[in-house]
């Protein structure tokens, strides 16, 4: 199956191959997922392509992101050009990734949070 839209807003979309532009979208699900100046917060798919639009997460086994900005990217393999995520999980990643949280920052993150707990906490007694 095959669903195409242009526009508007939708709340599920299901199918094999679906190509959404200019679109809002809650929820899209398929095989193969193309979207061009889209907006949606969850998409799942063995293969993902993002062309200038923003995505809240995202799980595919292939994501592409070319201008595109994304909350949470999971997936084998993630390649992205001039694009930007919050949070990256993939065995390879290419192009040039900007991501929010990197394992440095990750790490950096949870050793000061853990020193300031652990600070709050003998502060307390």
């Known amino acids: 199956m095959r669903e195409s839209a242009r526009g508007g807003v939708v709340d599920v979309v299901t199918g094999d191959s679906i190509e959404l532009e ?3 979208v809650r929820s899209v699900e398929g095989e193969r997922v193309q979207l061009r ?18 995505v809240l997460t995202v799980r595919a086994g ?19 050009r001039e694009s ?3 949070v990256v999980f993939a065995r390879t990643v ?21 020193l300031g707990i652990g600070i709050l906490r003998r502060l307390r007694r």
């Open 22 to 24: 200019q679109s809002a």
């Open 37 to 54: 100046q889209t907006a949606a917060q969850h998409v799942r798919g063995d293969s993902l392509e993002v062309s200038e639009s923003a």
């Open 62 to 80: 292939d994501v592409r992101l070319q201008d595109a900005a994304a909350g949470l990217v999971v997936g084998d393999r993630v390649t992205m």
């Open 84 to 86: 930007g995520a919050f």
């Open 94 to 114: 290419e192009g040039d990734a900007k991501s929010v949280i990197t394992p440095a920052s990750a790490f950096a993150l949870a050793l000061g949070l853990t």
